[in-house]
Every structure is written in C-alpha cells, then in structure tokens.
C-alpha cells in the first residue's frame, strides 16, 4: 500500500509526492569517510538537500544517530556500564542536532530542536503539540536523545516520532542505495530491492531496522524508504516519488 499525499497546493504544484517526513540520519554518515566526528562539508551538502525539500513545502523531521561520537553498545564492550553508555549516546545525538540545526539556520531555514531528556536552554522538553505547531510553521523539527530511555535505538525513536507526528513515510538516509539481500560491500552477489514488504524483510533476516522500530512502522501502516543520501539529489528524488531506494510496505 502506497501512501497517498494530502491535497495541498503547495507539494502539488511542485511536483512533491509527500507533505510530511521524517528523515532518519545516521551519526556515522555526518562523520564524513572516517564516519566520526562531524565533517562540516557532509553536514553542509545534507542540509542544502534538506532545505530544498523545504523550500518545496514538505514538512520535515528529523532524527539523528550519535554513533560518529558515541554509541551505546560499544561502550558496554569497552567496560561501561549499558545505562550510562545508553544515556552518553543520547547525548551524542544532541551535539549533532545543535550542529545540524546551526547549519540549517545558516542556509535560512528555520528549525526547531527537542530533546527527549530535558536540557533548557540546549533544546525544548519534547511536546507533541509543539512539534505539530512547528510542523505547520514550515520549521525543520529536529528530534534528539532517541526515545529518552536506555536499551532503545535511534531506529526505534524514529519510528515513533514518525507515527506521533503522522508522517507519511520514514526515509532512512544511508550511504547504500537501498536494501539487498546480502551486505553489498561483502557479496558482490547481492541483490538490491526495489520494493518489499515487512514480512518479507523480516523472513529474509535482512537487518534494515531494529525490530521494535520495524515492528511499530508495520503496526502504523508507516512505509520506509532507504536510499543512499550521500547522492545530493536522491532526497528529492524520493520526495518526488521517483524510483530510488527501495520502499518497504505494510
């Protein structure tokens, strides 16, 4: 099932297949070819792609990975405790919100970041209600400290702020152009999907998401769509609904 844009002037006249996404980035695709820190030229080129979809009138989220600073489970391998490296995680997608909306708002476009564990002044306490106003003022929301809880992903966080701010589809930037049926970069056999369903994707062990985020975007009828962000143009291209990526379905 193929979700079907609102009517809106707007996305009509320029051609949008969605008025609402939510984009999940991950933290090693702003660490640029080392995949750590934040690589200002990356972090540059994602937001330029993410002001034309404004500029296009799409009402954007977004939900950002801490893995280019931090990741959780790593650091239960290195000896810290799994809560506290959760929590240092959290903290990590924080710093990479406050870089990404600094960059939007040098490329003029207004945003608005939430974070799940409060932290005024660094960000605003996350509200539904807020995020919906914000939405509908044309600002970018920008969605850190995953769920606010350990032992959940940023996968996970952005399902479910996908499904409470109604997005019409979850688009998860990677730098593969899409789901294969192998590692691409291991198995030159590998096959790439164009379109496939949950089940499918589950029965074939294919690691697209976690399965509690995986398991609330069929629940929610919320299709995913993975395409490679690293090519300056896809995110319009799948905006526009062009084949790109391959698109996972209820």
Partial sequence: MKCKPRENKLYMKTGMKYKRVLL??????????NQQGIDPV???EFCSSIAQAVQAGVETGIVL???NIFRGLKGVDKGFDRVKGDYMGMLATVINGLALQSELENQGIASRLFTA?????????????KVMQALKQKEVVIFTAGTGNPFFTTDTAAALRAVEMKAEVLLKGT???GVYSADPEKDK????FSEITFDEAYNRGLHIMDLT???LCKENSLPVIVFNMHEKA?????LRGDATGTLIIP
Avoid at 24 to 33: D, M, N, Q, R, V
Avoid at 117 to 129: C, Q
């Fill in 24 to 33: 999940k980035l991950s933290g090693e695709s702003l660490g640029g070819p």
């Fill in 42 to 44: 990356r972090l540059k």
């Fill in 65 to 67: 990975g801490g893995g």
């Fill in 117 to 129: 564990i409060r932290m005024e002044p660094v960000g605003e306490g996350y509200s539904r209600d």
């Fill in 175 to 177: 730098r593969v152009d």
């Fill in 189 to 192: 056999t590998a096959i790439r």
């Fill in 213 to 215: 985020a995986f398991t």
């Fill in 234 to 238: 896809n995110l319009m291209r799948v």
